[in-house]
């Protein structure tokens, strides 16, 4: 599978400093789970902020969590504490969280709301330039939610060249309600900056279009966007849980445990369970009063009913969500002293983040689940009663919560009407067991056929499938492809073979310099060159110099720094493609030294037609640091000059976007040959598979999208083709 780079505001792994040390910690979260698949791949990537102000943090604390979260196949993006303060509290979950859930927004000070806009703006080109420092050409990024808007366009405008997609986990609002921010229409552009852009439900997917429509973004057709030349898909894909994880937690002797000692604490009452986030989208007040007008009306029910209300601390450093706590404690005592006695408090309120199996405890034993929020993109908490109630249990769910166009069979609220909140209450309470457990049922059976793992997996498949009339074209070359291939080889009369070095033939070296061809690898080429039906074409990023010192006695075409110089067979001459300008470098030289200096292990090479700063020797941190940095710098004179920065394998490389393998090898193109084979691993090899034709075994060694018709795991495996070959 190509790589997959996983952008979102937080890292699976999170980080904390207590006396003075660095402490790591799985975070938590049904993202985490459905993404494990492919974060656990070790040519995936993680990219998110680890969850810690980088203010307090030294260069040697950012060096170690860069090195530890490289383990679990992550990077992160350092943010400071104001940073975190304008872009995630600020514009992220003051304006935007509260307009997509059609909250009340309240008015802010122009000159705050800027400074929030600029932090956001600020924080999104930090990933994007995250992003670009690890992606290849064709890495397919799947960005995450309402904090990253602005990053898929940032990609498309930096020229990446791979897939994008994006996935919204909250509401996306009514036309009339997004067109109340300011800058809208950029947010919107960001978006469709992807090439795939992902919905809990169908009412988020018309509301996106439609906010298209009337933003004059692009011409809407039924799920899709035309904008500038690009077809952006536009689709729905609800996300489940980890069924079995739920389905299966009373098996577990935690789990029995907690079980006990809530039936313990609850007696023989009727439990109904709430388990949420601190959040004004939530309907914890609504829900409150809607339970204390239950117990008003149906005295019978005192000392045989408790409300369980969980609620996890979220936010806590904004003041509406300060506020509402202080509303529900307030609320809570009152419920309680004008209905509870010393023996029986009619509402249990949890204030803190429950364990997974204190949650799987509750909704084990809840008679009701009462999940009514004012708006929710999906509320996986309604999912995971459904799996965790074995036979029993009535779910009571909003109908503005995403998961209710799946779960059908709950009992459907307006979470703003208190009479249909307390006639659902009060339904609950009464429901027959055989018409309950016919309802759970039903809603097992749907959750169980759509997991949160099926949804990572459905929208990654999506994200990978060409847009309509592009075919798919890589195929691993295994045993029959490979005696096809050694059998078109044997019978072509004319033969030409296209070969990269660095990581095709040879492994990469931490030191440039010192990737010298071990002696077998140049009687390999001796014996394919001596075949007078070969003509042997070795295509890399080297320079003159190294290709010169190495293979200039074989009788092989040479083409050097990704085709800026050449030499055919048989010569001993070289010739340069185009003259180029290099006064750039006097320029730019300088800015890479210092940058060499301040990166310790990161070198400098100086080829006649470009740099290539490179950092694979480099500490973790300073590498992923700096190469962002070099990027940001360097951008005004790459623009000036008509130059472009190649990102390649731990190396940037700043050259003339007009030279390039396919241009270098097109004299070779034009002849007529029998069996053609081109192989290389890198972003500067796919130049070369682009200008190739279909019939030709063009292969990619390693992984990554790609569009060569084959692949082959790594250097090794090309080795042993070429042997094969040359033994033919």
Not at 219 to 246: C, H, N, T, W
């Amino acid at each position: 599978m190509s790589q997959v780079i996983i952008v979102s505001n937080r890292l699976p792994v999170s980080v904390k400093k207590e006396d003075g040390r660095l402490k790591f910690y799985p975070s938590v979260g049904g993202l985490a789970t459905g993404l494990s698949s492919y974060v656990n791949d070790k040519h995936n990537t993680w990219i998110g902020w680890p969850g810690i102000a980088s203010d307090g943090l030294t260069d040697d604390d950012k060096d170690q969590i860069v090195r530890e979260l490289a383990k679990h196949h992550c990077s992160p993006v350092f943010l400071t504490q104001r940073q975190i303060d304008d872009f995630y509290n600020g514009y992220s979950n003051s304006l935007l969280w509260p307009l997509f859930h059609n909250l009340p927004l309240k008015q802010k000070a122009g000159q705050e709301r800027d400074r929030w806009w600029r932090a956001y703006r600020e924080v999104n080109t930090r990933f994007a330039e995250a992003v670009m420092n690890v992606a290849g050409e064709r890495s397919n990024i799947w960005v995450h939610d309402y904090q990253l808007l602005l990053v898929p366009e940032m990609l498309r405008t930096d020229r990446f060249g791979g897939t994008l997609g994006f996935f919204l986990h909250i509401p996306f609002p009514a036309p009339r309600t997004f067109e109340r921010l300011p800058g809208h229409k950029t947010l919107l552009k960001g978006m469709l900056g992807a090439n795939l852009i992902g919905f809990h439900t169908s009412g988020y997917v018309e509301a996106f279009l439609d906010s298209c429509r009337s933003a004059g973004s692009g011409e809407v057709d039924s799920g899709q966007v035309f904008m500038d030349g690009r077809l952006v898909r536009v689709a729905e894909f609800p996300m489940g849980i980890d069924y079995q994880k739920y389905a299966g937690a009373r098996k577990s002797k935690t789990v029995k445990k907690a079980v006990r000692k809530y039936r313990k604490r609850y007696k023989s009452q009727k439990l109904i369970v709430s388990v949420d986030r601190l959040d004004p989208s939530k309907g914890l007040e609504e829900r409150l009063k809607a339970y204390r007008q239950l117990l008003e009306r149906n005295p019978d029910l005192r000392n045989k009913i408790t409300f369980s209300m969980v609620v996890a601390p979220s936010r806590t450093n904004i003041p509406a969500y300060r506020n509402l706590a202080r509303r529900l404690d307030k609320l809570v005592a009152e419920i309680n002293s004008a209905h509870g006695t010393n023996e029986w408090l009619p509402v249990d309120h949890i204030y803190k983040t429950l364990p997974f199996e204190e949650v799987s405890a509750l909704f084990k034993i809840a008679d009701v689940a009462f999940i009514a929020p004012l708006r929710d993109g999906m509320n996986l908490a309604a999912k995971e009663f459904v799996a965790s109630a074995r036979r029993a249990g009535v779910l009571i769910l909003s109908q503005t919560a995403g998961a209710a166009e799946e779960l059908q069979d709950a009992l459907l609220v307006n979470p703003r009407d208190p009479e249909m909140l307390v006639a659902a209450l009060e339904q609950a309470l009464k429901m027959r067991k055989r018409e309950l457990r016919r309802r759970l049922k039903s809603m097992q059976r749907q959750l169980a056929g759509n997991t949160v793992q099926d949804w990572a997996h459905g929208f990654v498949e999506a994200l990978q499938k060409p847009v309509p009339g592009t075919p798919v074209r890589t195929r691993t070359l295994k045993a029959k492809l490979r005696s096809r291939l050694l059998e078109d080889y044997r019978q072509a009369g004319k033969r030409l073979l296209l070969l990269d070095y660095d990581g095709s033939l040879v492994p990469f070296s931490e030191n440039y310099k010192e990737a010298r061809p071990p002696e077998s690898l140049t009687d390999l080429l001796k014996r394919l060159s001596a075949d007078p039906r070969n003509e042997v074409i070795l295509v890399s990023g080297r320079s003159v110099h190294d290709l010169k010192t190495w293979f200039g006695k074989l009788p092989i075409g040479l083409i050097a720094e990704h085709g800026a110089a050449v030499r055919k067979p048989g010569n001993k001459s070289w010739r340069t493609i185009e003259k180029v300008d290099t006064r750039w470098k006097q320029t730019i030289r300088p800015i890479l030294e210092k940058y060499v200096g301040l990166a310790p292990g990161a070198r400098l090479e100086t080829k006649p037609h470009s740099l290539v700063w490179h950092y694979r020797s480099a500490s973790p941190y300073y590498a992923q640091k700096y190469a962002v940095v070099i990027r940001r710098v360097l951008k005004p004179l790459i623009k000036r000059w008509g130059l472009e920065i190649m990102q390649g394998n731990k190396v940037l490389e700043i050259k003339n976007p007009r030279v390039s393998k396919g241009a270098a090898v097109q004299p070779w193109l034009k002849r007529k040959y029998g069996f053609v084979l081109a192989l290389g691993d890198d972003v500067t090899d796919e130049e070369l598979f682009a200008v190739l034709s279909d019939d030709v075994y063009s292969i990619k060694i390693g992984h990554g999208r790609t569009a060569a018709r084959f692949r082959l795991n790594s250097h090794r495996d090309t080795l042993s083709l070429l042997q094969k070959m040359a033994k033919s």
